[in-house]
């Protein structure tokens, strides 16, 4: 708890609220990173810089599968078993990223050919960084767990700081490609995100069961694969962009998908509380639906204002944080900002169910993320085929996610 003193008035902030508001300025920061290079570089060299950005997108969701999986089991476990918990998930954290970050750096000239870009050397700066922000994810996972929401909000606020101002100092003072020091950014910032680490204490630990590592193995197997489904829905569209538009149209898309994917960016602070407060309360053996319906019913509500005020003013917004060389896709934001307002009130239902072990919900979104980029992949004649393709898909996602939560309280009012 803390206690901020503004003349005569007292306000106390829980740890959740700081967590919210530490969320919202990280989120503003990022944004803010992202509309400085666009300005800065033009959609052409945007276009690099977007993939950059893309692939830190796609790292976070790999490792959000630590970070997950480190919260849940850091929550039902007591005592030292967390600490010998931490360290294994510690340990293969380092070996699971040095493998992903050397297939990157090995990959390097192959990913640079696929995805037109001007450098490969971009793409071996940033493998060098993925097995330190593994050990992040991990670290940020045990503070979640604890609910220790301070120190988790410490993390993420380092990062992205370092990150803003460490690339901006880059491109303005180094005269190196702009996708190189973007790279670089990437990377140096990843060690303020390091911090406060959890130390662990000397003493001997215990021993983690079998039992208790099947069930950890069977979690982390279903997040991996709800995690690569938020890779597929959420950056599958401007890898393929990319790869079948010119940089030009590339870098407007970039743009559109920026701030059209607000709404997943707001929804993301009110899932990042459902998880741990969801396990605690079926751990006491509470109702856990008011809750969900409460983070539905803010999600939602935040997804309707984002969408009516890009509907209403789409020249203005573009032009005021990117410019006028992107407003010739103004006539698309709503649109964009209406698929990723589906995919995030779908999102609601998978995390609450991912946090009972209910993993039904999951699979669906992997073959919808699947179905979305197949229809891409055939229908791509225009950009706006692309958006239109993700309003679809993501429609059909949340009907089915909304029929399976329909069928599940059926089922526990009859148990009941």
């Known amino acids: 708890m803390i206690t901020l003193k503004l003349y005569k008035l007292n306000i106390v902030l829980q740890p959740t609220q700081v967590f919210m508001i530490s969320a919202l300025i990280v989120n503003v920061g990022n944004y803010l990173y992202n509309l400085i290079l666009g300005r800065l570089l033009g959609p052409e060299a945007f276009a690099d810089a977007a993939i950059l950005i893309t692939f830190l997108l796609i790292l976070s969701f790999v490792a959000m599968t630590l970070q997950l999986s480190v919260a849940k089991f850091i929550g039902t476990f007591d005592g030292s078993k967390k600490e010998a918990f931490l360290k294994y998930s510690r340990k293969w954290s380092i070996i699971i990223g040095a493998i992903l970050g050397a297939v990157i750096v090995i990959g390097a000239s192959e990913l640079q050919e696929f995805f037109n870009t001007g450098s490969a050397t971009m793409f071996r700066i940033f493998g060098m960084g993925v097995p330190v922000y593994f050990l992040m994810s991990v670290n940020r996972g045990y503070f979640q767990g604890e609910q220790d929401f301070i120190k988790l909000s410490i993390t993420y606020q380092g990062e992205m700081l370092s990150r803003l101002l460490l690339t901006l100092a880059f491109i303005l003072l180094l005269p190196f490609r702009s996708s190189e020091l973007v790279a670089l950014g990437i990377l140096v910032s990843l060690i303020p995100g390091l911090l406060p680490y959890k130390r662990l204490s000397q003493k001997v630990l215990p021993a983690i069961s079998t039992a208790e590592l099947k069930h950890l193995r069977k979690f982390v197997v279903v997040t991996a694969f709800y995690e690569l489904t938020q890779i597929l829905i959420n950056n599958g569209d401007i890898l393929l962009v990319k790869h079948f538009f010119d940089a030009h149209e590339a870098g407007l898309y970039s743009s559109l998908a920026l701030i059209g994917r607000a709404v997943y960016f707001v929804a993301w602070m009110f899932v990042m509380l459902l998880l741990p407060e969801v396990v ?137």
Not at 349 to 365: E, N
């Open 280 to 416: 605690k309360r079926e751990k006491e053996g509470l109702d856990t639906t008011r809750l969900f319906f409460k983070y539905l019913g803010m999600i939602t509500f935040l997804a309707i204002a984002i969408v009516v005020v890009n509907a209403l003013f789409p020249a203005l917004i573009i032009n005021i944080l990117f410019g006028e060389a992107y407003v010739e896709v103004a006539s698309l934001l709503w649109k964009y900002a209406l698929a990723s307002s589906l995919f995030a009130i779908a999102n609601v239902f998978v995390y609450y169910f991912l946090s009972l072990d209910k993993y039904l919900p999951v699979l669906l979104s992997g073959i919808f993320g699947l179905l979305q980029l197949t229809v891409i992949y055939f229908q791509h004649e225009s950009l706006e085929m692309v958006v239109e393709a993700q309003i679809f898909v993501m429609t059909l996602l949340l009907i089915v996610q909304g029929i399976y939560f329909l069928y599940h309280m059926k089922r526990s009012i009859r148990r009941n």
